[in-house]
């Protein structure tokens, strides 16, 4: 900008002839820097109205959230690399060769076996910051802010320059060429400076290149010898119908920022997922470790009547087929624990796993005992409605949806703008000169009063042959004052028009956007159904879960009275052992399904929190979308 005002300014005070053209190629520029101050304007309004829009945050209610679970804009930053600072370290790494390896991951054990007593929220917050499935999962938004600032880059100005000198030498073709030599010498200095810029409010492309020369021969035919001749040339090119329109040049920044939206939308889906199955695992743990009790507590049983059958066979008290009656119990109780310590071991190795906490560098990471109950205590479940109205505002699956609809609708706008014809018109202006050692040269057409003498050339005494000289002296500074007069210029514009005849490729991509942007919308509606269908499964699933921890409990409760009065009968020898055994396993089976409905019933919790999309508030871990939106300084204008 500063660049282009100092030139503004020299026009103005080197101008000193040709008044139209300067008016002219004044009124271009001005008319060129104008876009700026209304692309500024309008990039601080866009960001200004795009503050008001923020997205719910889900935090539990009447509390403050522990724990983030947003990606910040900033989260790219250890990944991005200073563009001057790392430059020789490139430029030494294209130098050195060494082998690409990939690099193994090193455990200096096999287990952890120091296990922390963790709360589920405790069990959670772990795992968000540790396990390396969801750490991978948030660094897609990331990825997904760097092609915004990819996107762009296309209003990036290009610099460019090129500096070469050329030296060239070839025999004389004429003795009056070259007197005194057999070679004709040319040598020439080139230093050329440009810059272009793509404009983000029109889409057209602004160039400015100022090119300059120095030529040198032995020739004597060279008039101006060394020559300066710089050169400026400011063009520009522009749309008019297809590839123009409202903001069309940032329409792929829009369709990146939308993608960044949608990726942070889809690691808030992956968090909720995530939290439940750490919900489900944590739970997992503690039904299997419950159930291990309860086989544990029917071995003992068994083992009891086996100690006790034994006694009275050998007393003669008892037949033989009760003793193998109990010892069949007993062993079928035996298997019973095994499997339940194999589900333990099973249960808390995935807990574990998933929660990924290894200070140690272990295969298996640091072991979670978990220290929370089931809260069986029955609540009362909220409507339908206030479920589905849940889901709306705070299903991030949903609300990623959504925004494919947004960027769908984008799509079809792109679609829509490449129907039109192509219409561009193109503007250039130029301006050059040149200055450098101007000889005299001899001519009868030059009045006798022009006394012109030149060191390098022949002495012209007064009043004999005369010489001209051409008006050219000086050296660079003289080419470049010169340059601003405007006695030599250029200038083209040009209008030019294409369309396909059927224009088919284009009819197809705009019915093609159409049907993506239907398709999405109709992908939605299903998502809805579909998450209707959870939340009514899950509220149907919790209320069933209440229902049935109270009847479990009461079932545990009668099996225990009755296995306690069998008992009594038992030893006095009007029950059985058969009917003994019989009435132990149904406490098995009734402590059994108390404790999976307990445990079901938590689970059935989160499922509805999950459908909802209300499962991280209930834990206090705040998701917020972050604003994707940052126009760097070349993409304002």
Known sequence: MRTMHALIIALG?????????????????????????????QSASSAGGSAQTQSPTMVGQNSQPNISASVTSQAGAPYESNPILSLPKMFARQW?????????????????????????????????????GLGSV??????????????????????????????????????????????????????????????????GTLGITFNNNREYTNSAFSPVNPVYTPTMVMSLSQPLLQNFGWQFATINVRLAESAQVSSQWNYASSINDFVQRIGNDYWGVVQAKENLKVQQSALKFNDDLVRVNGDNVRLGMMAAVNLTEAQ??????RANVQAGQAGVDVAETTLRQDVASNPGSSFLAQAIEPVQEPDVHTSSVESDETAFEAMLRYSPALAGMREAIHSALLQVKYAENQML????IGAQIGVTSEAGNSKCTASITVPSYANCFDPGGPAVPPGKDNAAELPFSGGYGSAL??????????YAAVLGFSMPLDNAAAKAALAQARIAMDQSRLQYRQAVYQEVLQVKSALANLIAYQQQVESTDEATIYAQKSLHDIEAEFRVGTATTNQLLQYQSNLVTAQGNEVQADVG????????????????????IAFELQNSHHTPWYARF
């Open 601 to 620: 019933l938590e689970n059935a919790r989160l499922a509805l929190w999950h459908a909802e999309g209300t499962l991280l508030g209930h834990f206090n």
């Open 13 to 41: 005070r080197f101008a000193r002839s040709g008044a139209r053209l300067r008016l002219f190629m004044l009124a271009l520029i001005v008319m060129l820097l104008a876009v700026a101050p209304r692309a500024r304007a």
């Open 138 to 203: 948030a660094l897609d938004p990331v990825a997904a802010t760097e092609s915004v600032k990819a996107s762009n880059a296309v209003f990036d100005p290009e610099l460019s320059s090129q500096i070469d000198t050329e030296k060239e030498t070839t025999p004389v073709s004429s003795p009056f060429q070259n007197p005194g030599s057999v070679a004709d010498v040319v040598k020439m200095y080139d230093w050329n400076f440009g810059v272009s810029k793509v404009l983000a409010l029109s889409n």
């Open 96 to 132: 050195t060769f060494r082998p690409e390896t990939v690099p193994i991951e090193r455990f200096n054990a096999s287990e952890d076996n120091l296990a922390r007593k963790l709360s589920l929220k405790e069990t959670i917050f772990l795992a968000l910051r540790n396990n390396p």
């Open 481 to 490: 004052n010169r340059m601003f007069n405007f006695s030599f210029y250029d």
């Open 328 to 333: 069949s119990a007993a062993a079928t109780a």
């Open 421 to 424: 014809p192509q219409l561009n």
